[in-house]
């Protein structure tokens, strides 16, 4: 059966993605995640993207929060803090048990897709979710502070230095995940969840083979950028150091002749005559499970209406 490719990072990305899983079946919808956000920290491998989505299809993302797990408890970094350790990326007690999990399967010798796919399980996850390569991808923010790793420019320094470009280290020589490889084969559309362009869903659309791979395949984007913002993260900021305007039409823009369709929010409709793809238009902010849902559903409709 030909399936859906959902391409997602992040917060936001996690939310339409559960959408999804929830009117899509595992045999028709595969999720491909950023990678370029994975570190090494305190000895463990931290898989930050491929974590939120596994806690939101779970349904066990951290909702006062906003990231992370639900039901956690601190005392690990409490105490690491405490002893004068490095406590600024703040790994809950039952994260670390997963960092952990992932950590020594790596280290065994299994890939992070064999890692992703024993984790997932545990967590009763059926749908399939793929790191976009099992090989080393880390992005790396260009600022008036100079090169940042990715997390130490979002976490320990709070997204507050101006940004001048990314840079995707090792991107040359990775290979793309062979099961999105595979599906993208045989696939009836992909969906960008409302991720962020720059350094969510480019690293992704960066590996070698993958733009090409979409060539002949309906392609549409869901809008992170609502009313000149961005829902969760930094990409409205990062926009305009750019000195790209933060409007939904240049989000379209910047992902060019790849895209066959996108999606934007009521509130940006005046904004559609500036769009060259077929563009519609409804309520992206999702803010309840009922409106992850109508989301996805308007999405797999659109893509089918291609």
Not at 1 to 21: D, F, N, P, R, Y
Request: glycine share 8%; aromatic share 6%; charged share 20%.
């Amino acid at each position: 059966m030909s399936k859906i490719l959902a391409i997602t990072g992040g917060v936001g990305g996690a939310k339409l993605a559960l959408g999804l899983s929830k009117i899509l079946s595992a045999d028709e919808l595969v999720f491909a995640v950023n990678t370029g956000d994975d570190f090494e920290h305190l000895g463990l491998h931290i898989s930050p993207d491929i974590d939120s989505l596994t806690y939101a299809l779970a349904e066990e993302n951290n909702q006062e929060l906003g990231w992370g797990r639900a039901g956690e408890t601190w005392q690990f970094i409490e105490t690491l803090g405490q002893l004068g350790g490095e406590n600024w990326f703040r790994l809950g007690d039952k994260d670390l048990a997963l960092h952990m999990q992932r950590t020594q399967m790596l280290r065994s010798a299994s890939t992070l897709t064999e890692a992703t796919a024993h984790i997932t399980r545990a967590f009763g996850i059926t749908h399939t979710v793929v790191p976009m390569t099992d090989d080393a991808v880390r992005t790396i923010v260009h600022s008036d502070q100079g090169a940042l790793a990715f997390q130490h420019y979002f976490v320990r320094e709070q997204c507050r230095p101006a940004v001048s470009g990314f840079e995707f280290a090792g991107i040359e020589s990775a290979n793309l995940n062979p099961i999105i490889a595979e599906t993208l084969e045989d696939c009836r559309g992909v969906i960008i969840c409302p991720s962020n362009p720059y350094v969510s869903v480019d690293p992704l659309l960066s590996l070698p083979g993958m733009r090409e791979a979409l060539r002949n395949i309906p392609v549409i984007a869901v809008s992170p950028i609502v009313g000149g913002m961005a829902i969760k993260g930094p990409a409205a900021k990062m926009m305009q150091e750019l000195d790209v305007p933060a409007s939904a039409p240049a989000v379209a823009a910047h992902y060019g002749n790849l895209l066959d369709g996108f999606v934007m929010d009521l509130t940006d409709a005046d904004q559609r005559s500036e769009i060259s793809v077929h563009t519609r238009v409804t309520e992206t902010i999702m803010n309840s499970l009922q409106r992850r849902i109508e989301l996805a559903r308007f999405c797999v409709e659109f893509l089918h209406a291609l």
